[in-house]
């Protein structure tokens, strides 16, 4: 059974990096893309990125300049850091499993798995 | 980046009713190679992360119950609870993995009449 555990900070100072973990078992991180989502208080879900063993990533243009998501094959975990941070940051962070799920000829990148998500204050 | 615009924001049903949300992508979500619209859709209950329901925007993902049904084609789409239960509160979120940066609809919260 895949799980996924997010670890980190629940507090972060303005103008600090946010740094989250999240460790994967019950599968390989060194296929399928290793994702973040981030949903603000009372609000709707929003897209972080993802980043793939094979080295590619792909960001939210809003949080590009941002955000960097890594993946450390050794520990099975994978990472998000976020710089600058301001208060619009604040937001319950999700890590998510985009699987590269194909059947024939098609494939389909949804989120099939998800941590239980950890609240992020962005506060001085 | 592709907009998904969900409607309506609030419903509320009666136990054993039929519920149905709407999604409206900005561009096709249509894969042409495959002919497979790039759409899921996912149940968040309070507390809880998103699960995922919906895969190419009408096949149901393993354990997903039959009274959930997604439909539609080109830019619109539909997912349907055919009678409504009391564990189906939650909000319903539709999102697109056609293109690169993914999107997700501002989610539609599902409530009992």
């Known amino acids: 059974q895949v799980q996924l555990q997010e670890s980190g900070p629940g507090l972060v100072k303005p103008s600090e990096t946010l740094s989250l973990s999240c460790s994967v078992s019950g599968a390989s991180i060194t296929s399928d893309y290793w994702s973040w989502v981030r949903q603000p208080p009372g609000k709707g879900l929003e897209w972080i990125g993802y980043a793939h063993y094979r080295g590619v990533t792909n960001y939210n243009p809003s949080l590009m300049s941002r955000i960097t998501i890594s993946l450390d094959t050794s520990k099975s975990q994978f990472s998000l850091k976020l710089t600058s941070v301001t208060a619009a940051d604040t937001a319950v962070y999700f890590c998510?499993?985009?699987?590269?799920?194909?059947?024939?000829?098609?494939?389909?990148?949804?989120?099939?798995?998800w941590g239980h998500g950890t609240l992020v204050t962005v506060s001085s | 980046d592709v907009v998904m615009t969900q409607s309506p924001d609030s419903l509320a049903v009666s136990l054993g009713e039929r519920a149905t949300i709407n999604c409206k992508s900005s561009?096709?979500?249509?894969?042409?190679?495959?002919?497979?619209?790039?759409l899921a859709w996912y149940q968040q209950k309070a507390g809880q992360p998103p699960k995922l329901l919906i895969y190419w925007a009408s096949t149901r993902a393993s354990g997903v119950p039959d009274r959930f049904s997604g439909s539609g084609s080109g830019t619109d789409f539909t997912l349907t609870i055919s009678s409504l239960q009391a564990e189906d509160v939650a909000v319903y979120y539709c999102q697109q993995y056609r293109f690169m940066h993914r999107t997700f609809g501002q989610g539609t919260k599902v409530e009992i009449k």
């Open positions: 998510a499993r985009e699987r590269d799920y194909c059947r024939g000829d098609s494939c389909s990148f949804d989120f099939d798995y």
């Open positions: 561009q096709s979500v249509l894969y042409s190679s495959n002919n497979k619209y790039y």
